[in-house]
């Protein structure tokens, strides 16, 4: 099980998610940290690279963005596809 983490970049992006769905998020993070580097746990999650990052889908709308730093998985933007297809392009 690797360390997660979220920025404060990460936070901004979730404050307007309701109490619920936020703990949703949270769990799903837990999720990513218990299996990151073993594929064959990461169904369900739709873990995959793109543009130098990893990526992990919390549902068919919406996407959390992480990169490993320090060991430790760091959780830095959550957006729709179309604002992550944005972001990767930076």
Known sequence: MKD???????ERCI???PGERRAEIVEIIKR????????????GLG???ISGVMEC???LG???LFDEEGGAL???F?????????RSRC
Do not use: M, W
């Not at 990513?32 to 169904?43: D, I, N, S, T």
């Open 32 to 43: 990513v940290a218990e299996c990151y580097g073993r594929p064959h746990l990461h169904q």
């Open 47 to 49: 873990i995959r690279k």
């Open 62 to 64: 919406n996407r959390l």
């Open 15 to 17: 404050k307007s998610v």
């Open 78 to 86: 959550y957006g729709n596809h179309d604002e992550v297809k944005r």
């Open 4 to 10: 997660a983490y979220v920025t404060s970049a990460f």
């Open 74 to 76: 760091r959780f830095f």
């Open 57 to 59: 889908r919390d549902s």
